[in-house]
């Protein structure tokens, strides 16, 4: 840090002890200390350095610093992503930082460097063929509990295929944008009920979660393909009325009693 910014050379880290390091008393001292000098930098520099940040974990935890870490790496990356049409990964709290990002009134370019800027992070975003969200168990929505959590696909305008493992549905916002591009959903691990599909499906895998019944599958008269495998289907009642225009049914793995 003295070294990217030499200003900061008379600013002395809080040292440790040879012995007693985790002594609580000590512990506590230095904690005061820490944030002391931390404070310090930040009034010196009259910002967060980047290093700085990733030292903090900023970049796995706060909104900016999620933005930029992305935009970073989609500036490496996202033109061959985009190029060979590849899936672009990402968790539920990247989502969710895309979202909340876009509604704040600052800069698209926090001064770090053009390859920063999220503005490039939107625009991969608006050409993105291929999603995949999957939640990361370590780093997740959770330690944001002080509002309402929710992330809108509504930004991804071109969206033909989507993949959703171990994500929360509720959270979902702006699938209602998504009906005229996307062809293929993978939804694992996220679902109890079959309700608010989306139009222009053709192939549908919801196979490995817990739905108990088929329903409104009668409204996508583009679907063609579906795997209900290893849910909590027992009754088919009625169930060539519910199909729609299905060719390929999977079933495997269910608790299935009658068949209608």
């Known amino acids: 840090l003295t070294k990217q910014f030499p200003i900061l050379e008379k600013t002395t880290f809080p040292p440790k002890k040879l012995f007693g390091n985790f002594d609580p008393t000590h512990v506590e001292k230095r904690r005061i200390c820490l ?15 980047r290093v700085l940040q ?5 970049h796995i935890y706060d909104v900016l610093a999620v933005t930029q870490t992305l935009a970073e790496e989609l500036f490496k990356i996202g033109d061959s992503i985009l190029a060979s049409e590849e899936i672009f990964v990402v968790t539920p709290l990247q989502l969710y930082c895309i979202s909340k990002r876009l509604k704040l009134p600052i800069p698209t370019c926090g001064g770090e460097g053009y390859h920063y800027d999220v503005g490039n992070l939107y625009d991969i975003v608006y050409c993105v063929q291929s999603l995949k969200i999957v939640e990361d168990d370590e780093h997740n929505l959770n330690n944001f509990s002080d509002e309402e959590i929710s992330y809108d696909l509504s930004l991804f305008k071109n969206l033909k295929i989507l993949q959703i493992s171990k994500g929360n549905i509720e959270s979902l916002q702006g699938t209602f944008h998504l009906q005229e591009n996307l062809q293929k959903l993978s939804v694992h691990n996220s679902l109890h009920l079959l309700k608010t599909l989306l139009h222009e499906l053709v192939r549908l895998d919801l196979s490995y979660n817990k ?4 329903a409104h599958l009668q409204d996508l008269p583009n679907l063609r393909e579906l795997n209900l495998s290893f849910n909590e289907i027992e009754n088919l009642d009625s169930v060539n009325t519910k199909l729609g225009n299905i060719t390929s049914l999977r079933l495997a793995g269910n608790k299935l009693s009658n068949v209608g």
């Open 35 to 49: 944030q002391a000098y931390l404070q310090d930098i930040v009034t010196q520099l009259g910002k967060i350095p």
């Open 54 to 58: 990733i030292f903090l974990e900023f």
């Open 211 to 214: 739905i108990e019944e088929i």
